[in-house]
């Protein structure tokens, strides 16, 4: 496995008023954004819907404010059929997406909180922390998805959010991008630290410099703000990229079971 990896940043975060949990043996909750609008029950997952990844019987409504369980999440990516949409022709952010080839990575960062068990139960701390939860070894992509595709393509990413949505409102094949996991994919047992020290030897700025780490803000501010936007953090085609791109998945070979 040698292709680009590219950074990016999912789940709900600061903006939001709740976040995924981690606990204190490095197992985590996966715990997606709010859609923009609700969708219908036959295409829609609803808060309360989403599931234990360790104990599938289980809800994670225990992590998520009551005002938000019958809202509908933007489920994105989802780690069953291994897909991840974007709106990579108008999203700025997202834009370097639409340079992913086949056999590139989607290595996905997000914002955790942490919980601490007591006798009884897990609770949240006010101790955040970037982390990376999976990735997909990309097979296939979908460029610029107007309407349904074949029959064939379309049970490839018909779990995806972005396809989900278009199902429900013609006007939501809004040219989105789908990009599909090869069997290599996976969503991490356990959630993979991002730490300064890691940041400062696999990553540098878009221009090739180190990262800045200002004495203003803090590690995670400083984290958050270098991943904001998706593009590719290491290409594996030069010597530095390969020393890079060694050490990062040495890292998550360490952490992620």
């Known amino acids: 496995m040698s292709g680009k990896i590219y950074v990016v940043n999912v789940?709900?975060?600061?903006?939001?008023?709740?976040?995924?949990?981690?606990?204190?043996?490095?197992?985590?909750?996966?715990?997606?954004?709010?859609?923009?609008r609700q969708i219908e029950a036959a295409h829609g997952v609803k808060y309360r819907d989403l599931r234990s990844f360790y104990r599938p019987t289980e809800d994670l409504s225990k992590y998520i404010p009551d005002r938000f369980l019958d809202i509908t999440t933007h489920n994105d990516p989802e780690f069953d059929s291994l897909t991840y949409g974007d709106n990579c022709d108008v999203n700025a952010r997202a834009q370097a997406l639409k340079s992913v080839k086949r056999g590139d990575f989607l290595l996905f960062?997000?914002?955790?909180?942490?919980y601490k068990k007591d006798a009884l139960e897990a609770i949240p701390t006010k101790e955040f922390?970037?982390?990376?939860?999976?990735?997909?070894?990309?097979?296939s992509v979908y460029g610029s998805v107007i309407?349904?595709?074949?029959?064939?393509?379309?049970?490839?990413?018909?779990?995806?959010?972005?396809?989900?949505?278009?199902?429900?409102?013609?006007s939501l094949w809004d040219s989105f991008w789908v990009f599909c996991g090869s069997s290599w994919s996976r969503r991490f047992e356990k959630a993979v630290p991002v730490t300064k020290e890691l940041c400062s030897e696999v990553f540098a700025s878009a221009d090739g410099s180190p990262w800045r780490w200002d004495s203003g803000r803090t590690e995670l501010q400083i984290i958050g703000s270098y991943t904001r936007t998706c593009r590719c953090a290491i290409d594996p085609s030069t010597i530095e990229g390969q020393e890079r791109y060694a050490a990062l998945w040495n890292w998550i070979n360490r952490f992620s079971h």
């Open 109 to 114: 960062l997000a914002r955790l909180q942490k």
């Open 11 to 36: 789940g709900t975060n600061a903006s939001h008023s709740f976040c995924s949990p981690i606990f204190e043996d490095g197992t985590f909750e996966f715990i997606p954004i709010p859609e923009d």
């Open 147 to 170: 309407n349904p595709l074949s029959e064939l393509q379309m049970e490839a990413i018909n779990l995806n959010a972005h396809v989900r949505r278009a199902m429900t409102d013609d």
């Open 129 to 139: 922390g970037f982390y990376f939860v999976g990735f997909l070894h990309v097979d």
